[in-house]
């Protein structure tokens, strides 16, 4: 069975060159529709007509779309850090009390100087059973 993250990297990855192909095609248009063509000096020139227009818009939403497929991610990383910065903030009294009734929780400090939090549930004489999320490489 696949790791449900490998989908979600593989999606955000594929959508992002969708939004660059989607970028390069509007921008392209844009491009096409301006230059215009003088008949009196019988050439075309570049006169890309900014303003309130649909060539405008084209530029605008090809801009748009080129920042958010390269700065979409350190967007949204952004926004979720402050949304749950006051939860990090507090340090190990923020996580969600979710342990079940007669579990004891202790914090084991490694090496490194992570910790991690354990909870043991059963008698104390009992052989252990360790339960882990399964996904030991992230």
């Not at 989607?22 to 392209?28: A, G, T």
């Not at 006051?86 to 490194?112: C, I, N, Y």
């Amino acid at each position: 069975m696949i790791p449900t993250s490998i989908i979600r990297v593989w999606f955000f990855g594929l959508f992002s060159w969708v939004l660059l192909g989607v970028e390069i095609y509007l921008s392209h248009k844009w491009y096409e529709r301006a230059w215009s063509y003088d008949f009196n000096l019988h050439r075309s020139h570049f006169d890309p007509h900014i303003g309130n227009n649909y060539e405008t818009f084209l530029l605008a939403v090809a801009v748009g779309l080129l920042f958010w497929a390269l700065a979409g991610g350190v967007i949204v990383r952004g926004i979720l850090s402050l949304l749950t910065q006051t939860k990090v903030s507090a340090g190990r009294d923020a996580l969600p009390k979710q342990s079940r009734e007669g579990a004891t929780e202790h914090w084991l400090s490694r090496p490194d100087g992570s910790e991690l939090r354990v909870e043991c549930y059963g008698k104390e004489d009992a052989p252990p059973i360790i339960l882990t999320h399964g996904w030991g490489a992230n």
